[in-house]
Nanobody, 124 residues
Framework: QLQLVESGGGVVQPGGSRRLSCAAPGSTLEYHGIGWFRQAPGKEREGVSCINSSGRTTYYADSVKGRFTISRDNAKNTVYLQMNSLKPEDTAVYYC?????????????????WGQGTRVTVST
């Protein structure tokens, strides 16, 4: 059973940066496409970014394009989400998810393993 563990959340000021990590202790992420999703209070979950198994293909939501960067280190079995120029509207619980195929997708119905989430609060 693939277990995903997110880390790196916290409180950050507007304009600041934060890096989230997604690991899979005891398993390998190497053959999975990985996505980052977020859910803000009172809002539906939305796809933020995704990456294919090799790391060569990435997609971003328009709201984060140019500010967030997804990457992966298969040797470390970890996927990252570097978030720069954070805005208050980026405040949410961020989830990483894995699907059983190698491609990148922001369709959340393709994902079958989800982490517990890590909270990011952008506030003064």
């Amino acid at each position: 059973q693939l277990q995903l563990v997110e880390s790196g959340g916290g409180v950050v000021q507007p304009g600041g940066s934060r890096r989230l990590s997604c690991a899979a202790p005891g398993s390998t992420l190497e053959y999975h496409g990985i996505g980052w999703f977020r859910q803000a209070p009172g809002k539906e979950r939305e796809g933020v970014s995704c990456i294919n198994s090799s790391g060569r293909t990435t997609y971003y939501a328009d709201s984060v394009k140019g500010r967030f960067t997804i990457s992966r280190d298969n040797a470390k079995n970890t996927v990252y989400l570097q978030m720069n120029s954070l805005k208050p509207e980026d405040t949410a619980v961020y989830y990483c998810a894995a699907h059983p195929n190698v491609w990148a997708t922001l369709r959340d119905d393709e994902y079958d393993h989800w982490g517990q989430g890590t909270r990011v609060t952008v506030s003064t």
